[in-house]
Antibody
């Protein structure tokens, strides 16, 4: 079945970077865009950006421009989201999600990864 | 402050029907498809409705979606305790060139 499995929880200090992975299985990795969404504790969903695994093209939310980088390794069907210059407000669960329908973020997200908790604390 | 506006909470008794509204603008709901996601406590979101009113395979037909102009709605009939969750609407926004979410609605089944 189609599945996205994310890397484990991370604890980082302010100013550091974090790289979260998202391994796809059950479908052709390069045929569907991947989006990243985060959720702070007790808060709503916040879209971060999208990546086309075939071309490597990306699109980022303005809020994260300059701090986020989305990449992929097609040989192992894995997408990555790296967030730099971390601050306490970046503490959240980060989700990857496959896009169906129209690409980038215009389609619907299904399935989602299980989420990765990133804690930023000194 | 979310771009799409949802009520923070709704509640209804078992076996009743409830609707959750999602209000946007011409740059998002008014010109793009709306998708709905269900998030059970402690779980990742799950697709519930796509392209305004389509039901993914495996999702109960107690769930339905609709859209008119710059607003969308999610209806849940025959409420069950297992429906207690947070519900989010989402759409592409042409002006922001990105996906926008509603703030989420917490459903309580009394």
């Amino acid at each position: 079945q189609v599945q996205l499995v994310q890397s484990g929880a991370e604890v980082k200090k302010p100013g550091a970077s974090v790289k979260v992975s998202c391994k796809a299985s059950g479908y052709t990795f390069t045929s569907y865009d991947i989006n990243w969404v985060r959720q702070a504790t007790g808060q709503g969903l916040e879209w971060m950006g999208w990546m086309n695994p075939n071309s490597g093209n990306t699109g980022y939310a303005q809020k994260f421009q300059g701090r986020v980088t989305m990449t992929r390794n097609t040989s192992i069907s894995t997408a990555y989201m790296e967030l730099s210059s971390l601050r306490s407000e970046d503490t959240a669960v980060y989700y990857c999600a496959r896009v169906s329908g129209i690409g980038s973020g215009r389609g619907w997200f299904d399935p989602w990864g299980q989420g990765t908790l990133v804690t930023v604390s000194s | 402050q979310s771009v799409l506006t949802q009520p923070p909470s709704v509640s209804e008794a078992p076996r009743q029907r409830v609707t959750i509204s999602c209000s946007g603008s011409s740059s998002n709901i008014g010109n793009n498809a709306v998708n709905w996601y269900q998030q059970l406590p402690g779980k990742a979101p799950k697709l519930l409705i796509y392209y305004d009113d389509l039901l993914p395979s495996g999702v109960s037909d107690r769930f339905s979606g609709s859209k008119s102009g710059t607003s969308a709605s999610l209806a849940i009939s025959g409420l069950q305790s297992e429906d207690e969750a947070d519900y989010y609407c989402a759409a592409w926004d042409d002006r922001l060139n990105g996906v926008v979410f509603g703030g989420g609605t917490k459903l309580t089944v009394l």
